[in-house]
T-cell receptor, first 115, second 110 residues
Framework: GAGVSQTPSNKVTEKGKYVELRCDPI?????LYWYRQSLGQGPEFLIY????????DSGLPNDRFFAVRPEGSVSTLKIQRTERGDSAVYLC?????????????FGPGTRLTVL | LAKTTQPISMDSYEGQEVNITCSHNNIATNDYITWYQQFPSQGPRFIIQ???TKVTNEVASLFIPADRKSSTLSLPRVSLSDTAVYYC???????????FGGGTRLMVKP
């Protein structure tokens, strides 16, 4: 079956603009995670969902970042008033159930560039 | 959250066995140790996971000593395609999400 997909693959925007990044998890996976990865760094946890609810959003850097998963499948990461420091690759992952131990399946990421 | 420490980079040659060691001195009793591999422009990919002693799958082995304060990922007979960044993580199912460190950049040379 299909893996985790993310759209767009690349997004270039201007400082101050609003962006939405989409993640389609593997069908049947109840847990969904968002990470952010800067060049040369490991992925940084942002938020995870169990079903429709955000189980832990402690990794979101500030209130400009918000994520939703209204039907327990597709998720959207929303960034308001983008800043140049938001430039990074945003990774989405899913797993069968909420897990800090088992396998998470990652998408290819969305590269966000804020000019 | 348990933190991990890995070498920043390692070099090897095709056909050699590569061992990457990760330190996790404050690992909790219910934490598992998981290793991921990441190629450029791709998301990380799960390699192997273990709790104690030794785990082996078709691509790697994971050695964990009795005190569990470190672990070693062993890649047998590496090839050029094993050039990637390898991340060691510790976590459990009690809401303790995965924390990636800086990873180890493995360069396999011909």
């Amino acid at each position: 079956g299909a893996g985790v997909s993310q759209t767009p693959s690349n997004k270039v925007t201007e400082k101050g603009k609003y962006v939405e990044l989409r993640c389609d998890p593997i069908s049947g996976h109840t847990a969904l995670y968002w990470y952010r990865q800067s060049l040369g760094q490991g992925p940084e946890f942002l938020i995870y969902f169990q079903g429709t609810g955000a189980a832990d959003d402690s990794g979101l850097p500030n209130d400009r970042f918000f994520a939703v998963r209204p039907e327990g499948s597709v998720s959207t990461l929303k960034i308001q008033r983008t800043e140049r420091g938001d430039s990074a690759v945003y990774l989405c992952a899913s797993s069968l159930m909420l897990t800090g131990t088992g396998e998470q399946f990652f998408g290819p990421g969305t590269r966000l560039t804020v000019l | 959250l348990a933190k991990t420490t890995q070498p920043i980079s390692m070099d090897s040659y095709e056909g050699q066995e590569v061992n990457i060691t990760c330190s996790h001195n404050n690992i909790a009793t219910n934490d598992y140790i998981t290793w991921y591999q990441q190629f450029p422009s791709q998301g990380p990919r799960f390699i192997i996971q273990g709790y104690k002693t030794k785990v082996t799958n078709e691509v790697a082995s994971l050695f964990i000593p009795a005190d569990r304060k470190s672990s070693t990922l062993s890649l047998p007979r590496v090839s050029l395609s094993d050039t990637a960044v390898y991340y060691c993580l510790v976590g459990n199912n009690a809401g303790n999400m995965l924390t990636f460190g800086g990873g180890t950049r493995l360069m396999v040379k011909p």
